[in-house]
């Protein structure tokens, strides 16, 4: 990669390039995972994964997987990809098959919907993956004596929650990361439970076209996550693996270039039925399903908020997950998207104290926070780039604090129902409403009556 750059006269060129390349992937004996890019014939990036495994991989598992492998070897690329966008992608490793081409297209447009936006690019990338004309036929991955279900854990609280809904059932569960950043490593020491850790490299020289040029934004990180998890629940026994996104999820930001436009959108229930068409095509028996879409984040926030074990263990603040070391945080930085819509989310259901020594803060008797938090309404522009609940949800939240005497005088509370509220019809972000489960979601019986047992509370 090094010796390629240099070779390179600088800066970098986007439009210089135009086939982005799926060139080969290995797993070897070890659980190293090593998927192979390139940028026409000029650049070449590796990306590394090392899954946690407790015996050795062989044939027999690497054919089991091979279809796994091959999803994540795609869906991971758009990291590359989105360094110059070429008009045309080609895979050397074998066509996907239709139902996987379908998910692929979807990411690589919609799926970087606020990349190209944020870089205000002419149009959406939307590169065409040409599918294989008959698909293989693979080994079935479903285990003879019931589910066995990894949960993906991220340090936040939408991850506890799902992880409490699936022990409630009784299933044999264990929980799963990329990485085990310190909310990571707290939430699963409440939790109790086994925890697989998987580690990413992204290749090095990246940061590097990054500094010299190349476009740069945000990726649908999640569609990447949950193809390594399926890919360690298959090697350790595992036949199912339960997300944690929500309703709200589904729910964009803007429209634009004749999409919507959403910062969640490898999160959302379009990008999770893509995906479990493309699973079933490549590993059949592999189920993978969002176990909270039935709620909304609101719903959700009331659910943790009962959870007091995990409550100085969780950060849903983002800036703990930086790639740059020196950049990161260890718990909330009080001062962003994230932190603010996580305290409004939680706040109807706590006592201010408590949830001011959580955060270190009251971010709602700090008067400078008003606009970061009328945003979230939409009030003042769009709602932000983030992770963040649905706008009407922000506004349910303001309604039960606008009423609440443990909240009601809370300088920003009160400026909110005040000078938000109004712009919104009575209608607008009714409690009742936003609270309310939802029947459109993949998630299995054996699950369900947990999860409303759990979110309906």
Known sequence: MADALRERRAPFQPSEFTTFRFVARELDDDGRIALRYALDDAIELVERFELPIAAAVTDVDRERVDGLLALLHWVAGVSYFKTAAPPEVRSEAGAPPPATARLLEALYSEGLGEFAYVNELPRLPRPKFAAAPDPTVRPKLARDDGPRVLVPVGGGKDSVVALEIVRRSGLDMALFSVGDATPIARTAAVAGLPHLIARRRIDPGLGELNRTGALNGHVPVTAIVTCVAMIAAALNGFDAVAMANERSASQGNLHWDGVEVNHQFSK?????????????????????????????????????????????????????FRIDPELRATSWCRDCPKCRFVFLALAPFSEPEHLSEVFGADLLADERQFDGFALLTATGGNKPFECVGEEEESLAAIRLLADDPRWRDHAVVERLASGVLPRFGDRAGRPEDVLALSEDHEVPEALLEHAHAVLGA
């Open 268 to 320: 959302g229930l379009v990008a999770e039925r893509l995906l479990r068409a493309a699973t079933a095509e490549l590993a059949p028996g592999m189920e993978t399903f969002s176990l909270l879409r039935p709620a909304s984040e609101l719903g959700i926030a009331r659910a943790f908020a009962g959870m007091a074990d995990y409550h100085h263990a969780f950060t849903s603040c983002n800036a703990v």
